[in-house]
Antibody, heavy 116, light 107 residues
Framework: EVMLVESGGGLVKPGGSLKLSCAAS????????MSWVRQTPEKRLEWVAT????????YYPDSVKGRFTISRDNAKNTLYLQMSSLRSEDTAMYYC?????????WGQGTLVTVSA | DIQMTQSPASLSASVGETVTITCRAS??????LAWYQQKQGKSPQLLVY???TLAEGVPSRFSGSGSGTQFSLKINSLQPEDFGSYYC?????????FGAGTKLELK
């Protein structure tokens, strides 16, 4: 069974940093591209980042480029999202997802709240 | 970026009814369109990819159609577990973008 378990969310002040993790199991992690997708309080879904299976290629929307960094450790079956210079508009539930023709599997999410 | 416009925003229906949700892309995305279902308090689940291919384990009462810029998700004979929110998303390159969602409620 494919399982993705996110952790690391919490309350952070504007301008602060946070690192999310996603532990993967039930599939060959190193064979798949992975992404982070967030859902805002208004329930809008937004793609945040994607990393290739080997980790060599990363992709971001303009809204987070230069502030967020996606990475992975294939030996540990773990995906990461380092977030810095956080803004109130980054407040959301953050999901990791396996990428194959869309986002085939999602974790349960970890909540990030950016507030003073 | 490709914009995805989904309609209706909300829909009320009864168990046993058939409903259709539509999604329009701002440019040609061929058949690179996915649909997701999200129930209250849960993460989204993939229903359909490549416009018409059902994801593993998805009941056959769900069907996707369309290509180019116009797409639809049809649910035949609604079941109690089908009520929730539905989102379309293009997977034609980067950035992948989502529709605003359709909330399907019990009448």
């Amino acid at each position: 069974e494919v399982m993705l378990v996110e952790s690391g969310g919490g309350l952070v002040k504007p301008g602060g940093s946070l690192k999310l993790s996603c532990a993967a199991s039930g599939f060959t992690f190193s064979s798949y591209a992975m992404s982070w997708v967030r859902q805002t309080p208004e329930k809008r879904l937004e793609w945040v980042a994607t990393i290739s299976s080997g980790g060599s290629y990363t992709y971001y929307p303009d809204s987070v480029k230069g502030r967020f960094t996606i990475s992975r450790d294939n030996a540990k079956n773990t995906l990461y999202l380092q977030m810095s210079s956080l803004r109130s508009e980054d407040t959301a539930m953050y999901y990791c997802a396996r990428v194959v023709d869309g986002f085939a599997y999602w974790g349960q999410g970890t909540l990030v709240t950016v507030s003073a | 970026d490709i914009q995805m416009t989904q309609s209706p925003a909300s829909l009320s229906a009864s168990v046993g009814e058939t409903v259709t949700i539509t999604c329009r892309a701002s440019e040609n995305i061929y058949s690179y369109l996915a649909w997701y279902q999200q129930k209250q308090g849960k993460s989204p689940q993939l229903l359909v990819y490549n416009a018409k291919t059902l994801a593993e384990g998805v009941p056959s009462r769900f069907s996707g159609s369309g290509s180019g810029t116009q797409f639809s998700l049809k649910i035949n004979s609604l079941q109690p577990e089908d009520f929730g929110s539905y989102y379309c998303q293009h997977h034609y390159g980067t950035p992948p973008t989502f529709g605003a969602g359709t909330k399907l409620e019990l009448k």
